[in-house]
């Protein structure tokens, strides 16, 4: 089973920066989507930043002009470059990686991310 490893996440003040990774174990084949999702207590979990297998990007409206999604399939790595934080960025981030071989869903174990006021 290939596993997600999140790092990056931690603890900025407003207006700063992080950039958040995503390693998988094992080289992973037919990834049609790879996202970033954001959970905070007491909301339901939210897709920020979406990147298609034809490097397509979409991002949720709050998070535009801010973050930016990449990957380097040659490390198997997706990235989240998250720029001037605010205190409305704060949540629990994972990855999730979506297979059109034999449509599997490939979650991380997530980072914390806190944006101090």
């Known amino acids: 089973q290939v596993q997600l490893v999140e790092s990056g996440g931690g603890l900025v003040q407003a207006g700063g920066s992080l950039r958040l990774s995503c390693v998988a174990s094992?080289?992973?084949?037919?990834?049609?989507?790879s996202d970033w999702y954001r959970q905070v207590p007491g909301k339901q979990r939210e897709l920020v930043a979406r990147i298609g297998d034809g490097g397509v990007t979409d991002y949720t409206d709050s998070v535009k002009g801010r973050f930016t999604i990449s990957r380097d399939d040659a490390k198997d790595t997706l990235y989240l470059q998250m720029n001037n934080l605010n205190a409305e960025d704060t949540g629990f981030y994972c990855?999730?990686?979506?297979?059109?071989?034999?449509?599997?869903?490939?979650w991380g174990q997530g980072t914390q991310v806190t944006v101090s006021s």
């Open positions: 094992a080289r992973l084949f037919g990834v049609l989507t």
């Open positions: 990855c999730h990686k979506y297979s059109g071989v034999w449509g599997r869903h490939y």
